[in-house]
């Protein structure tokens, strides 16, 4: 099915560039370019073909490393009994310059509360949603807690947020000792950035620096490799 709706949305939705990701494990998914999502997803709801009649979940999930944020759309077709996820991937931005994508609430309702606890929670706001203002947080709360740099305030309207006593350092930390004792840190993918706050600067220079090691090996290896393969074609 996922062929299909790739090959439909790139006939229906000029310049949406739809991509099958195969999954090794867990679920396949489809990437599009995340300027077209409303167009996308319009497509989708009205096609004879598909019926995706229903959105399930928006969810998403902050890559610091390609400085992007990956956004999620579960989409089902309950008439069908079908179901897919459907991918659009932002720049990260900052807290002056959040990254946007067209709101969907007028394709779904659902999306209304769904959009609002993407914005709380990683900072992408949604062009013309209709209430667009955090959900769990207050209002006046500072930075975005699924963002993995983020560090919580430590004061809030007069109230200690987390105290030091409570901070789950060893989750915080878990990540940075694994890329340490791995076979190969640069497979490691984590919870937590390496420099966050909150780490050990020891534990996080130890950690960022055998992944840089473990890079420029493989870098010199594919180099070598490469002048071998061109070495034996001259030869």
Same mark, same amino acid.
């Given at each position: 099915?996922?062929?299909?709706?790739?090959?439909?949305? $790139? $006939?229906?939705?000029?310049?949406?560039? /739809?991509?099958?990701?195969? /999954?090794?494990v867990g679920d396949s998914s489809i990437t599009i370019d995340a300027k077209h999502i409303k167009p996308a997803c319009v497509a989708l709801k009205n096609s004879s073909?598909?019926?995706? $009649? &229903?959105?399930?979940? #928006?969810?998403?999930?902050?890559?610091?490393?390609? =400085? %992007? #944020? %990956?956004? =999620?759309?579960?989409?089902? =077709?309950?008439i069908e009994n079908t179901e897919f996820i459907l991918k659009i991937r932002v720049p990260r931005g900052d807290d002056s310059n959040l990254p946007s994508v067209e709101s969907?609430? *007028?394709v779904?309702?659902?999306?209304?509360?769904? %959009?609002?606890?993407?914005?709380?929670?990683?900072?992408?706001?949604?062009?013309?949603h209709p209430d667009h203002r955090?959900?769990?947080?207050?209002? *006046?709360? +500072?930075?975005?807690?699924?963002?993995?740099?983020?560090? &919580?305030? +430590? &004061?809030?309207?007069?109230?200690?947020? *987390?105290?030091?006593? +409570? #901070? $789950?350092? /060893?989750d915080i930390e878990f990540f940075a000792k694994m890329r340490l004792e791995h076979e190969d840190p640069t497979a490691v993918s984590g919870s937590w950035v390496d420099d966050h706050a909150w780490i050990d600067q020891d534990l996080s220079s130890k950690a960022k620096n055998r992944v840089a090691e473990v890079k420029a090996a493989k870098k010199a290896k594919a180099a070598e490799a490469a002048a071998q393969e061109k070495g034996s074609k001259d030869d």
């Open positions: 099915m996922l062929n299909e709706i790739v090959t439909f949305l $790139n $006939n229906e939705v000029s310049g949406c560039n /739809a991509v099958l990701n195969t /999954a090794e073909t598909f019926k995706m $009649n &229903v959105l399930q979940v #928006i969810s998403g999930v902050d890559y610091p490393e390609t =400085s %992007e #944020i %990956e956004i =999620s759309y579960m989409l089902a =077709s309950f969907v609430c *007028d779904w309702k659902s999306a209304n509360f769904l %959009e609002r606890e993407t914005y709380d929670m990683l900072g992408v706001t949604f062009e013309n955090r959900i769990l947080c207050g209002d *006046d709360w +500072k930075g975005y807690p699924l963002r993995k740099d983020y560090v &919580v305030e +430590k &004061v809030y309207n007069g109230m200690v947020v *987390d105290p030091e006593e +409570k #901070i $789950n350092k /060893a």
